[in-house]
């Protein structure tokens, strides 16, 4: 997952491998950019993965392409980013779906 800020002056990289994450932000950064990477062997299914980012579990983010911009940050923000994946097999005649939701902690300094 890249997180970055609209001016460049904030840059950081978070391998999925965990399901949870605490970052520290300039305080003077208003908003953050985040952009969840898909492994290569997915980039091809990108059209069976959904992704929505919520912020404060209130307020869904909107996205332009493969990036989510998040609304003020104030202290303690909480988002988190779900993935759900139509895993189903071609001849299967039910769809099976499958979820990971990751949960990022944002403080500012």
Not at 64 to 72: I, K, L, P, R
Request: net charge positive.
């Amino acid at each position: 997952m890249q997180i970055s800020s609209n001016d460049a002056s904030f840059q950081m990289e978070i391998a999925g491998d965990y399901l949870g994450h605490s970052i520290t932000v300039p305080s003077h950064l208003h908003t953050i950019n985040i952009s969840p990477k898909l492994p290569k062997t997915l980039t091809d299914y990108r059209g069976r993965i959904h992704i929505s980012l919520v912020q404060n579990n209130q307020i869904k983010l909107k996205h332009h392409e493969d990036m989510w911009t998040s609304v003020a940050l104030s202290r303690g923000t909480h988002i988190r980013v779900t993935m759900t994946a139509n895993v189903s097999m071609p001849e299967a005649r039910v769809p099976e779906y499958k979820t990971r939701a990751y949960h990022l902690f944002i403080n500012q300094s």
